[in-house]
């Protein structure tokens, strides 16, 4: 599997195309209960769940997903997700390993993401989170992000059906907080 995903850098980080060698270092995020607890499907029993998981986004035309690595360190320590939902609209996601909490390298990573949408020609990028995920919207709103909406039993997972919260950043809005 090697993912469309063009590689990009910030300071400190490196995203590249994910790949199914990365299962074994993302595993450690997706066997998490605790950071699970928001994503769509389960924590993973093993590492072979793991890259069964990424294997999928391989072939959707649709979908890009980056691995998170920081500079000069091939580990991946999370992910990065686009995914176009009609012309000039691209949905985001993101994931990072417990280790690396803390150190702002998902706004690093995030932030790069949203410049690299922008600069593609993108109008708007917006993200689907569970609204008990504080750290994600705190993190979302923080980047300018504004919540759109509230869609009600929009998902059935693990931990029964879930709603979400739809928080959007426009592109001039992003260049405006830029200047």
């Not at 917006?126 to 979302?140: E, H, Q, V």
């Given at each position: 599997m090697t993912s469309t995903a063009q590689?990009?850098?910030?300071?400190?980080?490196?995203?590249?195309a994910q790949a199914i060698d990365d299962a074994a270092a993302l595993h450690e995020a997706y066997r998490d209960e605790e950071?699970?607890?928001y994503w769509s499907s389960a924590p993973h029993a093993t590492v072979g769940e793991s890259?069964?998981?990424l294997t999928p986004r391989a072939d959707n035309d649709q979908w890009r997903g980056w691995s998170i690595t920081i500079a000069g360190d091939d580990r991946a320590i999370g992910t990065l997700g686009a995914s176009t939902r009609r012309a000039g609209v691209?949905?985001?996601?993101?994931?990072?390993?417990?280790?690396?909490?803390?150190k702002?390298?998902?706004?690093?990573a995030v932030t790069g993401l949203i410049d690299l949408l922008f600069a593609e020609g993108q109008r708007r990028v917006?993200?689907?989170?569970?609204?008990?995920?504080?750290?994600?919207?705190?993190?979302?709103e923080s980047l300018g992000f504004q919540r759109e909406g509230l869609l009600r039993a929009?998902?059935?997972?693990?931990?029964g059906v879930r709603d979400s919260v739809i928080l959007g950043l426009l592109k001039d809005e992003w260049r405006a907080r830029a200047r």
């Open positions: 590689p990009f850098t910030t300071a400190r980080l490196a995203m590249r950071l699970m607890r890259a069964a998981y691209s949905e985001i996601g993101y994931l990072l390993v417990r280790s690396a909490w803390g702002g390298y998902a706004r690093e917006f993200a689907d989170t569970d609204p008990d995920n504080a750290a994600s919207i705190g993190l979302l929009e998902w059935e997972t693990h931990i």
